[in-house]
């Protein structure tokens, strides 16, 4: 999820408990809904470096809890009236929700960090989700304007929002299935998987992605007329210049982050441009999660980007 949604939803849940605690825990809580961001300083060191560390240890398990224990003891310095237990529980609470609502896209988060590194994500939402930031927003503008109804105006948005995110795990679900069940004569699948779009904003309208040996395949889903289309492409052997490329710094933090990675050779002029987008994010034509490195004639890397 975007940081925003996360403040929102921290917000939102402070408003639900603020009877446990009328200031300091509030902003422990809201705070701590948008810690785990702060990785966003990463992007100093330019866009890949922020692909390889954002959801990180600021998302993991560990990470969650050593802030919460932080913020609860600055908390407690300035809000000494405040009981630390209490101001630790709101931070961990702030922390965990985090963590779950990325969990339930298709970025991948690390949660196991130090122990594992691996990337979990269920695929299920989209990374900026305009229904749950909606329901959010909407929550929090009738709150203002029916204080007294506060905290069940917050605690309805909030069961609205897991009965959305419930409901998307459902469809995700019969996608998932779809994209199985989808028969390739005699080509063995590698991977596949069935990843919500951002246009049309349908719930009901999935992208599938398949990985064989030799090819990608891009399939529309429609779960209202049980349908899937999908479109085949051609994977690009490995020459002397794409191995050149794959050595690169961020190539080798992107094609670590990506699921589907499709490859595209271009010379231009003396020039040859070696780009990889992440099937799973791309929606076919419009492509997004884009690793490009550019090589000279002679095979020397001249420059290496990366691109949302």
């Known amino acids: 999820m975007d940081t925003i949604t996360h403040a929102l939803t921290g917000t939102t849940?402070?408003?639900?408990?603020?009877?446990?605690?009328?200031?300091?825990?509030?902003?422990?809580?809201?705070?701590?809904?948008?810690?785990?961001?702060?990785d966003f300083v990463t992007r100093y060191w330019g866009?890949?470096?922020?692909?390889?560390?954002?959801?990180?240890?600021?998302?993991?398990?560990?990470?969650?809890?050593?802030?919460?224990?932080?913020?609860?003891?600055?908390?407690?310095?300035?809000?000494?009236?405040?009981?630390?237990?209490l101001l630790l529980l709101?931070?961990?609470?702030?922390?965990?929700?985090?963590?779950?609502?990325?969990?339930?896209?298709?970025?991948?988060?690390?949660?196991?960090?130090?122990?594992?590194?691996?990337?979990?994500?269920?695929?299920?939402?989209?990374?900026?989700?305009?229904?749950?930031?909606?329901?959010?927003?909407f929550g929090l503008v009738f709150i203002l304007l029916k204080k007294s109804y506060s905290s069940r105006i917050a605690l309805a948005s909030l069961l609205l929002i897991f009965i959305y995110i419930g409901f998307k795990a459902v469809l995700h679900q019969k996608a998932f299935s779809l994209v199985k069940k989808y028969s390739l004569d005699n080509e063995k699948k590698i991977k596949f998987g069935a990843y919500p779009y951002f246009i049309p904003l349908s719930p009901f309208k999935w992208l599938g992605v398949i990985e064989t040996k030799n090819t990608f395949l891009m399939g529309d889903i429609d779960l209202l007329k049980s349908r899937e289309k999908f479109v085949r492409h051609e994977k690009i052997p490995e020459t002397e210049v794409v191995k050149i490329a794959k050595?690169?710094?961020?190539?080798?933090?992107?094609?670590?982050?990506?699921?589907?990675?499709?490859?595209?050779?271009?010379?231009?002029?003396?020039?040859?441009?070696?780009?990889w987008y992440d099937l799973a994010f791309s929606y076919f034509d419009d492509k997004r999660f884009v690793c490009k490195i550019v090589l000279s004639e002679d095979n020397k890397i001249l420059s290496e980007s990366f691109s949302y």
Do not use: C
């Not at 009328?22 to 809201?30: N, P």
């Open 247 to 275: 050595n690169s710094r961020t190539a080798q933090i992107f094609l670590d982050f990506a699921k589907y990675p499709r490859l595209e050779v271009k010379k231009k002029d003396d020039k040859w441009e070696i780009v």
């Open 47 to 85: 866009m890949a470096s922020y692909l390889n560390y954002h959801r990180g240890i600021s998302h993991s398990f560990i990470g969650v809890a050593v802030s919460a224990v932080m913020l609860a003891a600055i908390f407690k310095v300035f809000f000494k009236k405040s009981p630390y237990p």
């Open 90 to 137: 709101f931070g961990l609470i702030g922390g965990l929700i985090h963590i779950f609502m990325d969990l339930t896209n298709s970025y991948g988060t690390q949660i196991f960090l130090p122990f594992s590194s691996h990337r979990y994500g269920f695929d299920w939402v989209m990374i900026v989700d305009p229904y749950i930031f909606g329901l959010l927003l």
């Open 13 to 38: 849940l402070s408003t639900v408990l603020k009877k446990f605690d009328l200031h300091a825990g509030k902003w422990v809580l809201i705070i701590s809904s948008v810690i785990p961001d702060l």
